[in-house]
T-cell receptor, first 113, second 114 residues
């Protein structure tokens, strides 16, 4: 119930390509879904987040697609760049609860120059 | 400071010793979280503070782990009688009170138990 399942574990994309990372959750009480980006030796940093009242959110080259009925959400990175090479984590939390974030297991993205 | 500060950045300890990890959250952030990240793994929730109280400590893996927060600010995570499986990066994050505001992470403390 508390798990967030993330795939793929690793991803290699050519420069300029589209990177897609998927997450699925079980607990319908979750109502906030952020994506975090982590570079080696650094803490995770918020990339983009969505609430379930919208199906898509776009910020620059990064888009979250949200499917409430399927309990799935995904991150799309358009025009992927070598600087996007990092580990990406999806997460879910529930307002009104203890506010903890449940994280997916991460996707290691490598964008080839 | 401008961000979440954790110290030390690296800690090597002998098996059986106690360690203390410190977290200085962003000023004004009432929520504070501790997570553990093992090599190549995701972020495992340990404990959540709201002010000085910990309404959710469900992620602490054993009674060797404890945490406190004082003055609604600094938090200390203590691991007693460390074991090799405790080796990981311990991350602290802070946020404003609501869950749908950004949680800011520190750079973590890399703990190695030898």
């Amino acid at each position: 119930q508390q798990q967030v399942k993330q795939s793929p574990q690793s991803l290699i994309v050519q420069k300029g390509g589209i990177s897609i990372i998927n997450c699925a959750y079980e607990n319908t009480a979750f109502d906030y879904f952020p994506w975090y980006q982590q570079f080696p030796g650094k803490g995770p940093a918020l990339l983009i987040a969505i609430r379930p009242d919208v199906s898509e959110k776009k910020e620059g080259r990064f888009t979250i697609s949200f499917n409430k009925s399927a309990k799935q959400f995904s991150l799309h990175i358009m025009d992927s760049q070598p600087g996007d090479s990092a580990t990406y984590f999806c997460a879910a939390s529930r307002r009104g609860g203890t506010y903890k974030y449940i994280f997916g297991t991460g996707t290691r993205l490598k964008v080839l120059a | 400071g401008a961000g979440v500060s954790q110290s030390p950045s690296n800690k090597v300890t002998e098996k059986g010793k106690d360690v203390e990890l410190r977290c200085d959250p962003i000023s004004g952030h009432t929520a504070l979280y501790w997570y553990r990240q093992s090599l190549g793994q995701g972020l495992e929730f340990l404990i959540y503070f709201q002010g000085n109280s910990a309404p959710d400590k469900s992620g602490l893996p054993s009674d060797r782990f404890s945490a406190e927060r004082t003055g609604g600010s600094v938090s200390t995570l203590t691991i007693q009688r460390t074991q090799q499986e405790d080796s990981a990066v311990y991350l602290c994050a802070s946020s404003l009170v609501t869950a749908d505001t950004e949680a800011f992470f520190g750079q973590g403390t890399r703990l190695t138990v030898v």
